[in-house]
């Protein structure tokens, strides 16, 4: 069975994809930034026995990166897919009054994060012969606009862009590239915005367009995971939320109301 690396896999989304993957029979490795985190994630997947490993990483580190491939490879002997998922939100403001600590950080984790942890997973692929490589899209990745959003949104812009380019320069070696639309996941991150306070809950205009188009990382995490698990090709982006489905969503909302944040 396949070999999973996530970054940013102690939480969320990202947690989730772990839980999908070890009930298909996958090893995984998880990745976190805080250590407290990654013991939480650790104690969480306890069931899992020898085939989960949770490892502490700053995405933003090149040092840290290499080492998460390292421990990975050297844990599982080869790393078959490798999900670039680490990523944090703005303070939902607007540019010129967000920090520049906080840009930075945003830039760093959103961009810097998935450049390094693809440069790593592509060059170690090679060397062992094979390997796919997704990355985790987000609000601005389809030139979505929003004010409160601007930094984010350019970070995953910026990804979708990497992420294309990259396929093209892999296309004459057996690594592939692809990218997860995970649409809009009720995640902490969500249920508690940056720069509100740990208790503040999202805006009531946020909160109703999520009870309409958003769904729970479990929902979410099933349908990639087994999108992933079908081993499509290179330049392939795996989306949860079509156009579709936003209308028939938008439709039932007059019928239904949905509640994720409660």
């Not at 540019?95 to 592509?122: E, P, R």
């Not at 170690?124 to 390997?131: D, K, R, T, V, W």
């Not at 930094?151 to 690594?175: D, Q």
Request: aromatic share 8%.
């Amino acid at each position: 069975m396949k070999n999973v690396v996530i970054t940013g896999g102690t939480r969320g989304l990202g947690f989730a994809l772990a839980e999908r993957f070890l009930e298909m029979g996958y090893s995984v490795t998880v990745s976190g930034l805080h250590n407290n985190s990654v013991q939480r994630a650790a104690d969480n997947l306890a069931h899992a026995g020898q085939r989960v490993q949770c490892l502490q990483c700053d995405v933003t580190q090149h040092d840290n990166v290499s080492d998460l491939w390292k421990r990975a490879h050297e844990h599982w002997g080869l790393v078959d897919i490798w999900i670039n998922n680490a990523g944090i939100v703005q303070p939902e403001t607007e540019v010129w009054k967000v920090s520049d600590v906080d840009a930075k950080a945003v830039i760093a984790t959103n961009l810097l994060g998935m450049i390094y942890g693809s440069q790593v997973a592509s060059a170690g692929m090679i060397q062992q012969g094979h390997g796919t490589i997704f990355n985790m899209e987000g609000f601005g990745s389809g030139d979505e606009m929003r004010s409160g959003l601007t930094i984010y949104g350019t970070s995953k812009r910026a990804l979708t862009y990497f992420s294309r380019a990259l396929a093209k320069e892999l296309r004459h070696t057996p690594i592939k590239v692809g990218l997860l639309s995970p649409g809009m996941v009720v995640t902490d991150l969500v249920k508690h915005p940056a720069g509100q306070g740990a208790e503040a809950p999202p805006r009531p205009e946020v909160m109703r367009i999520f009870n309409i188009l958003g769904d729970t990382p479990e929902t979410v995490s099933l349908f990639l995971a087994k999108r992933i698990a079908a081993d499509p090709p290179t330049g392939t982006r795996i989306s949860w939320l079509t156009r579709r489905k936003i209308v028939w969503r938008f439709l039932k909302s007059r019928l239904v109301r949905r509640d994720l944040f409660h």
